[in-house]
C-alpha cells in the first residue's frame, strides 16, 4: 500500500530555475518529514511540520503542510547543482511509518 | 556527536544463505527502525523497536526475516535462505521516541545487500 504519492518522479531543470514537488495521501498525518537522499547514502532530515497550514523556510527550500494535513509540498528557489538528489516526504499513522515514491531531481549547471 | 552506523555497508552472498546486518543507533535514542529500499524507490518500513520491545514487526517480508534489539541498544536484521529478489539496501533510523516527539528519524548510511 502506497499511501504517499509523490509528483513529479522525475525532475530535471536548469541553474536557477524554481520547482515545486508535491506529496499527496488521503490519510491524515500527525506530522510529515522531508528527506533528501544521495545515492548511495541514507536519507537525511530537511524539516518537519507538524501544522495544517505551516509554512517552514529552510534558505532557498518551502515546505508547507495541508490544511488538513493529508499533503504537502517543498519549493526550491533559484536551483542549485548541489540541489540534485532523490527528495522523499515521510508520515506516520500509529506504529507504520510511510515514505512518499520519491521524486529524483537533477539540476543542470 | 556519532550518528547511526551500519555494519557492514556492502554485503555479496549466494542464494540460499543467511546474512545478518547490525545497527548502532544514535545513543540516547529510543526508538530504531528498519527500512528497505530499491533502486529508485521510497525506503519500506519493515519493523521497529522502542528499547528493547519490537512493536510493528507485521510489515516484515516474510517469515525469513527477523529483527532484534536485545539490550535496546544495538540491533540486528537477519535475513534466512537469502532470494535474488532480497537484493535492496537496508536502512537503518533512530529517534527520539519521547511523547510529544515527531518520529524524526535518522539514517545509517545502509547495508547494500546482492544474493547471487
Known sequence: TQLLEQSPQFLSIQEGENLTVYCNSSS???????????PGEGPVLLVTVVTGGEVK?????????????????????????????????????????Y??????????? | DTGVSQNPRHKITKRGQNVTFRC???SEHN???????????????????????QLEKSRLLSDR????????????????????????????ASSLGLAGSYNEQFFGPGTRLTVL
Open chain 2, 65 to 92: 526475516f527477523s529483527a532484534e534489539r536485545p539490550k535496546g541498544s544495538f540491533s540486528t536484521l537477519e535475513i534466512q535462505r537469502t532470494e535474488q529478489g532480497d537484493s535492496a539496501m537496508y536502512l537503518c
Open chain 1, 28 to 38: 491524515v498525518f500527525s506530522s510529515l518529514q522531508w528527506y533528501r537522499q544521495e
Open chain 1, 99 to 109: 515514505f512518499g515514491t520519491g521524486t529524483s531531481l537533477t539540476v543542470i549547471p
Open chain 1, 57 to 97: 523556510k529552510l534558505k532557498r527550500l518551502t515546505f508547507q503542510f495541508g490544511d488538513a494535513r493529508k499533503d504537502s509540498s517543498l519549493h526550491i528557489t533559484a536551483a542549485q547543482p548541489g540541489d540534485t538528489g532523490l527528495y522523499l516526504c515521510a508520515g506516520s499513522t500509529g506504529n507504520q511509518f
Open chain 2, 31 to 53: 526508538r530504531l527502525y528498519w527500512y528497505r529500499q530499491t533502486l529508485g524507490q521510497g525506503p519500506e518500513f519493515l519493523t521497529y523497536f522502542q528499547n528493547e520491545a
Open chain 2, 24 to 26: 548502532d543507533p544514535i
